[in-house]
């Protein structure tokens, strides 16, 4: 397809207004797009199939059905592992990440090829004061899961995968709605995975279309955070022991 290894990642829901300008400025630099479309409206598909036909460098996958921000990254990293890439970036549609960071997100990635690249996200005054809190509860449920600190946010939507150590783990997650940026953070820990953070600027724009729902999806991650703590007690044992050889 081209020269080479990263690609990105656009999971995209209702955000067919905002998406255009993200894959602008990543095609821009010469590395191709997979932009993932599940149960848009019919008017937002005519979008999304308009600009992948005008910008170069997209591959647009669509699905009838709505089955969540996980699934849609779960198949845009089966499809760039298909097209020969090896790594992904994953970037949100609604524009809310800085893009000035993806040479040094990649540069980072170069430099660490085993390891998950996170943004470490610093907020503006825009932010609202409950997604806030709900990371900082997050954060806290993976510093118990993890045992450790080495996770300082598992909420950000700018990440670099390593495909082949990801696809395996990403294809049995439980959570593929809302919950799934943290599972896979979590379980690729669990597996060994280093995780490096840097920090991006993220904005939250007046009228930006958030399709996270306090209520239920913020149910469903506790239910998630829940069957992740039970599942580190199985696995203390050996996060122990990976633990202590670690540090000693
Ligand atoms: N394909 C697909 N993409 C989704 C789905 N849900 C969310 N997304 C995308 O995932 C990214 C993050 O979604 P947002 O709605 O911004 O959620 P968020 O960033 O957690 O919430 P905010 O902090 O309020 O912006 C965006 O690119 C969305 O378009 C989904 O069900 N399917
Ligand atoms: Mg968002």
Redesign the pocket.
């Known amino acids: 397809m081209q020269d080479s290894i990263y690609c990105a990642i656009?999971?995209?829901?209702?955000?067919e207004n905002t998406v255009e300008a993200v894959a602008r400025s990543i095609v821009q630099k010469d590395i191709h797009v997979f932009i993932?479309?599940?149960?848009n409206t019919p008017e937002a598909k005519k979008i999304l199939e308009d600009i992948a036909q005008k910008l170069p460098g997209i591959t647009l996958i669509s699905y009838a059905q709505?089955?969540?921000?996980g699934y849609?990254v779960t198949q845009g990293l089966e499809a760039a592992q298909k097209a020969g890439f090896a790594y992904a970036v994953q970037i949100?549609?609604?524009g809310?990440h800085d893009l000035n960071a993806l040479d040094f997100f990649i540069k980072a990635s170069k430099k660490h090829p085993d390891n998950l690249i996170s943004g470490f996200p610093q907020y503006d005054a825009s932010v609202p004061k409950s997604?806030e809190n709900g990371r900082k509860i997050t954060n806290f449920w993976i510093a118990i899961e993890t045992l450790s600190f080495d996770i300082p946010d598992a909420?950000c939507?700018f990440r670099v995968y390593p495909i082949k150590q990801t696809l395996p783990v990403i294809r049995k997650l439980s959570n593929l709605?809302?919950g799934f940026d943290i599972e896979i953070l979590v379980k690729l820990k669990w597996k060994g995975m280093e995780m490096n953070f840097y920090p991006i600027q993220v904005t939250?724009p007046e009228n930006?279309?958030?399709?996270?729902r306090m209520v239920k999806d913020n149910i469903s991650i506790s239910w998630m955070h829940t069957k992740l703590f039970f599942s580190m007690l199985v696995r203390l044992p050996v996060l122990l022991a990976r633990k202590l050889r670690k540090n000693g």
């Open positions: 656009i999971p995209v829901y209702r955000h993932v479309d599940d149960g709505n089955s969540g921000k849609a949100d549609a609604d809310q997604r909420m939507g709605r809302m939250y930006g279309i958030s399709n996270f």
